[in-house]
């Protein structure tokens, strides 16, 4: 995978993985390892859980109480070298959800994102406009200053450049409950702009949207969601609360929310119809 596209968040939990794998595999259980080692169990286990970062000295140790070989020990010092790097997230940590930069750096490194919509337009394909109205119809609620509004448009509009026109771009499928094309933020003219964006983002090869029609069947009463695969790491889950998300990574959890989310998609129109469908709406948009 080419370095750039490379995630400190995902080396650091591929890290974490790791480290926990050659324990396991050592028959070491985390108690008798820090043990060993004359270190708390709390501090294995932040490690292992991707709370702590190890050092380089750290990783020594515990690579040579689990007898790793050398080729080992370099594969987990290059993790540590990638998860010191700095994610382009971080220049919005200030006015970003802690949970919402995770999900960034997770986002970077996926090849595969599937993401069910019943509220809004999803963050990758919102205009500006548009993502401006969704900042400030929540700021009351979510005590967003001015300034922050600003920095979360910025940042929306930077994710969009860095996942949607990177290099080698994920694969990318949207759902969205037709709701979504009708419910206004803003004036008709930000809707409006909004739907023909919706339609143009939807010829990218890699991006395919479909409309969950108000006449289908809604087979999975979930909110929003979106499932991230990766080359070499576990799928994970995110979802999306009001003052806070959280991630799943239950493998039979995950896989259940991929169910759901091919069910839902089956009860979709498809690509030609949900355009057709946008078109419409972009048209009564049009006042």
Request: charged share 30%; glycine share 6%.
């Amino acid at each position: 995978m080419p370095s750039q596209q490379g995630s400190p968040t995902v080396r650091r939990l591929r890290l974490a993985q790791e480290l926990r794998l050659l324990r396991e595999r050592s028959k070491y259980t985390g108690g008798k390892a820090a043990g060993e080692l004359g270190w708390s169990a709390s501090k294995v286990s932040r490690i292992e859980a991707a709370k702590t970062m190890p050092s380089a000295d750290d990783i020594k140790a515990l690579a040579k109480l689990y007898r790793a070989d050398e080729a080992k020990l370099d594969e987990l010092i290059g993790l540590l070298r990638d998860a010191d790097q700095r994610g382009w997230w971080e220049d919005y940590e200030e006015t970003l959800p802690e949970e919402y930069t995770r999900f960034l750096g997770l986002e970077a490194e996926a090849i595969f994102l599937r993401n069910w919509e019943p509220q809004l337009v999803p963050g990758l394909l919102q205009t500006e406009g548009y993502a401006r109205e969704v900042i400030l119809a929540t700021r009351g609620i979510a005590r967003i200053t001015q300034s922050g509004v600003r920095s979360r448009v910025e940042a929306r509009m930077d994710r969009q450049q860095r996942v949607l026109h990177r290099p080698d771009p994920p694969k990318l499928r949207f759902v969205l409950d037709e709701s979504v094309l009708t419910r206004k933020f803003g004036e008709p003219s930000v809707m409006r702009a909004q739907m023909e964006h919706l339609l143009e983002m939807s010829l990218l090869p890699h991006v395919s949207v479909r409309v969950l029609s108000m006449e289908s069947l809604h087979p999975v009463n979930t909110g929003t969601f979106v499932h991230l695969k990766f080359s070499d790491f576990d799928d994970v889950v995110y979802l999306e609360q009001l003052y806070t998300a959280d991630f799943v990574e239950d493998l039979e959890r995950v896989a259940g929310y991929e169910t759901a989310f091919d069910h839902t998609a089956s009860e979709a129109l498809d690509e030609d119809e949900s355009r057709v469908l946008i078109q419409r709406k972009a048209m009564l948009w049009r006042g």
